[in-house]
Every structure is written in C-alpha cells, then in structure tokens.
C-alpha cells in the first residue's frame, strides 16, 4: 500500500542545489548574478576544480561546463540533476533501497560533502543525488524571490507521484490540467436577410497536465503531454502559448526522454524584471508576462540568452 500524498515533515527532503550545464558560464553569470542580483559562492568539485552555486531562496543553482565528471561528461546543456536533502541520508537510502529505488555512493560532492545516486529509471528520469546541505552566501536579490519551480518532461504524471510523493516523500501542492481550446465562428453575409454568426464548438489543439510536488521553498512542475494526437507544434520567433509548452515538452521527450527541462525564478515584478533582461541584450521568448499554472504570469528567456539552459519567470501571489 502506498504511504499517504502528504508524507510527515521529518521525511519530506528540500532541495539543496540544481546542477545545470551551461555552453556559455558567462553569459549565464551576466544574468543570474549581473541582472537577477543572485550572490555566487565557488563551490568545490570533486575533480579538483570549481563551479559557481547563485544562492536562490533556500537553494542553488550550479552551473557546470559541458563534459564535467561531475555532471557525467555531458555535453548536452540544460537541467543535469537535484540534489536533495534529508535528515538523516543514510537511513533515508536503506528505506529507499528497500521501497525498490536503486541508491549507490556516488563518491565526494559538492565541498567535500557526501552525495548518493538514485537510479534514473527508478526516478521517471529525473536525475536524482541524496546530498548533504549546501553552505553558501545567501542572495538579497530585488528581482528574484527564489526557484518557483523546476519543470519536468513528463511520460506518465501518475507514475511521477508514486515515486516522488509515495517514496520520496516530496507532498502534493496541486494539480491542474492547462489547455489552449481553439473556437471558430462562421459568418454568412447577406444584402437581403442580414449577418448571421455561427460558433463551431470548441476544440483542444494542445494541453498538459501538471502536478506540483514541493521540495523545500519550491517545487518540481511535472509536465505531461494532454493528448499526444496534437503533436508537437513550435513557433519559433513568436511569444510562448500552452499550445507551444505542449509542443516542448513533447519534443523534450521525444529527443531527450523523461527529465528535468527547466528552471522557474519567482518575481515579485515579472515585467520589470522581463524588460531589465530584454533592455540587457538577452533574446527573448516573451518580453511581457502572459497567463501559466497556478494563476501566474510568467515569461521565457531564449536558451541562447544562457548558453543553453531554460529558463523562465514567474510572478504569483
């Protein structure tokens, strides 16, 4: 039997840090620390060298170079892995083991800390490390309150929940199904018997259901595909719709599988904070808020904006 979707506190993990492999460290610097104001601490890897974590809340985002040990020798940019965080680690890898998760020393982490792999395909692919905390400068930012949410390629939401909710204790915040409806209304015109409208009933051309799984001050968005019959449509060069999310996630998936796909910044000024990037020289995807998850605005940043990595703004109460 499953355990309950709102697990007790003392097993529930926060997140410690997001590790992202970025083409271009620098231009991710000129935003994140430049723009955004987030304080960056060198954190050292276990091969030697160093990585700069941008405090962000309560959590971090590293931002690793392609082909870094650390990051598996990647070369492909985006979300590599979470680190999480419980109390206690290695009671926390026996229940783990136990429940069917496969968990493995990883050897050193971040600082000199410990860190545990779980295995990728017992986490729907969500690259997953048991940590230790993470001792960094904490940012006073304006423009950004902390990470809202990371967001998740998703194959199947409900297995999502078994293994993160049911297993590592991540609870539920919501779910909701977000869909771009199209409507097509006729009209017949004519000299003798006037204008007369027509409405064609509504039709889904693209959608996602999405489940919001708290880890510390933020959360993992899972992001599935409402319908596969839509397809994959991308506009490039034009503001962001729920039609073209769909269309991202879908090709995400059908490119890279089920994984970490992007990072979320909470805004207490999205426009503000959309127009300062724009003004900065950064490409993109939309320059004013528009309608998300959660009754929020939010606004993309171009990849190449970031050597890569995705990221977007969001601004809710």
């Known amino acids: 039997m499953s355990q309950s979707l709102n697990p007790a506190p003392d097993t529930a993990p926060k997140l410690s840090y997001v590790a992202l492999v970025s ?35 309560e959590s971090a985002l590293l931002i690793c170079e392609p082909g870094d040990p650390f990051v598996d020798e990647t070369d492909r940019t985006g979300v590599h892995h979470i680190g999480l965080y419980y109390a206690d680690m290695d009671a926390t890898a026996v229940r783990l ?60 939401n409900r297995q999502a929940i078994s293994v993160f909710t049911d297993t590592l204790g991540l609870p539920i915040e919501s779910q909701q199904t977000d869909m771009e409806v199209e409507t097509v209304v006729e009209s017949f015109t004519s000299d003798k018997y006037g204008v007369v409208y027509h409405t064609r009933a509504p039709r889904p051309v693209g959608g996602l259901r999405v489940a919001f799984l708290t880890a510390g001050d933020c959360e993992l968005e899972f992001l599935q595909n409402f319908d596969p019959n839509h397809g994959a449509e991308l506009s490039h060069g034009a503001s962001g719709t729920t039609r073209q999310d769909q269309g991202a996630v879908t090709k995400y998936i059908e490119s890279r599988g089920a994984g970490l796909h992007h990072v979320a910044l909470k805004s207490p000024d999205i426009n503000a904070t959309l127009a300062a990037l724009e003004d900065a020289g950064c490409v993109m995807i939309d320059t004013v808020g528009r309608p998300g998850s959660r009754r929020a605005l939010i606004g993309f940043i171009h990849p190449k904006s970031m050597g890569g990595l995705l990221f977007h703004v969001v601004q809710r109460d």
């Open 23 to 57: 083409r271009d460290p620098s231009a991710a610097d000129k935003v994140l620390g430049g723009l955004l104001g987030l304080t960056a601490t060198d954190c050292a890897l276990p091969t030697g060298g160093t990585a700069p974590a941008y405090a962000v809340g």
């Open 97 to 156: 083991g136990a429940a069917g998760i496969g968990v493995k020393d990883a050897g050193a982490g971040l600082n000199g800390g410990r860190r545990m792999a779980l295995e990728a395909g017992d986490t729907v692919g969500v690259r997953t490390y048991l940590v230790d905390p993470l001792d960094i400068d904490r940012s006073k930012s304006d423009r950004i309150e902390r990470i809202d949410h990371l967001g998740v390629a998703s194959a199947d």
